[in-house]
C-alpha cells in the first residue's frame, strides 16, 4: 500500500515537472512593459533596441528579420506607398530604406512629447536645425516592441504641439 502512494506521488511530481517544462517554452502574452501615461526618457532605451532591430534588418536586406521587428500594418502601408513607386519590399529595397533613415538615430534626439495608451507608443522627437519633429510609433504585440512607423510632423516645434501630434498618432488609421 504504501508503494502505491509512494508511486503516485512519484508519477505526480514527474507530470507537475513535465507540465512545468512545455509551459516555460510556449509563448505567453503579457503585458505592455510600458506604463500607461507620459513616456518618461529614461524608458527610450526600450523603444531604441526595437528601432535598431529594424535598422538592422533594413541593412541586411532581411525581410523575416524585418517582418519580425514591425507590425503588419506599418509593412502593408509601406507596401502600399511602394507600390506607387512601383516598386515592392523587397531585400533590395530594404537595404536602400535603411541606407536613407535610421529610425534608432531618432531615439537620440530630445524627447518632445511620448504617450502610452493600452499597447501603442508615439513619440515626437525635435528634429534637427528645428525643422519639426519626428513621430515615431511602436506596438507591443503581447511578447515585443514592435515599430510601427514614422514620419515628418513639419510644423511641430513646441512641446504642446508635439504633444497634439502625438494624440494623433492614436487615432484610428483612415
Do not use: K
Not at 531604441?48 to 517582418?67: P, S
Not at 522627437?125 to 506596438?139: I, K, M, Y
Amino acid at each position: 500500500m504504501a508503494s502505491d502512494g509512494r508511486g503516485l506521488l512519484v508519477t505526480a511530481l514527474v507530470a507537475f515537472g513535465a507540465a512545468a517544462a512545455v509551459f516555460a517554452w510556449v509563448p505567453a502574452v503579457w503585458p505592455n512593459p510600458l506604463p500607461e501615461g507620459t513616456v518618461p526618457p529614461g524608458r527610450l532605451p526600450q523603444l531604441r533596441a526595437a528601432a535598431v532591430a529594424v535598422d538592422a534588418a533594413c541593412a541586411r536586406g532581411d525581410l523575416r528579420a524585418f517582418a519580425a521587428a514591425t507590425t503588419p500594418a506599418h509593412r502593408d502601408d509601406l507596401q502600399r506607398r511602394l507600390a506607387t513607386l512601383d516598386r515592392t519590399l523587397d531585400a533590395d529595397t530594404l537595404r536602400a530604406l535603411g541606407a536613407d533613415v535610421a529610425q534608432a538615430e531618432w531615439l537620440d534626439r530630445p524627447l518632445l512629447a511620448g504617450e502610452v495608451r493600452g499597447d501603442r507608443i508615439v513619440l515626437a522627437v525635435a528634429r534637427p536645425a528645428g525643422d519639426g519633429a519626428q513621430v515615431l510609433a511602436f506596438a507591443w504585440d503581447g511578447q515585443r516592441l514592435r515599430f510601427d512607423g514614422s514620419y515628418h510632423a513639419v510644423g511641430v516645434r513646441t512641446r504642446a504641439a508635439a504633444a497634439a501630434a502625438v494624440a494623433a498618432g492614436f487615432a484610428p488609421a483612415r
